[in-house]
């Protein structure tokens, strides 16, 4: 994850980035949005694990073959 302060936010900024979140869509919606991104992280690292997985596998057997 990149901290903040790598991108220049401060406390402030990160304070109103959220109020103006809260305006825009709404405290209702704001738990339907964080369960989706937070599902949508979560598949996403589940989809990289499994690629590195496929790509261990595919180096295991070609080096078997090799031998």
């Known amino acids: ?11 402030t900024e990160i304070l109103l980035l959220l109020l103006l979140v809260l305006l825009v869509f709404g405290a ?3 738990p339907s949005i964080g ?14 694990r499994n690629e590195d997985d496929e790509t261990e596998e595919k180096n295991d057997k070609e080096k078997k073959e090799l031998k």
């Open 28 to 30: 209702s919606k704001l």
């Open 1 to 11: 994850m990149i901290p903040f302060a790598l991108l220049g936010l401060g406390t």
């Open 35 to 48: 369960s989706g991104l937070g599902k949508g992280l979560k598949n996403f690292k589940k989809a990289v």
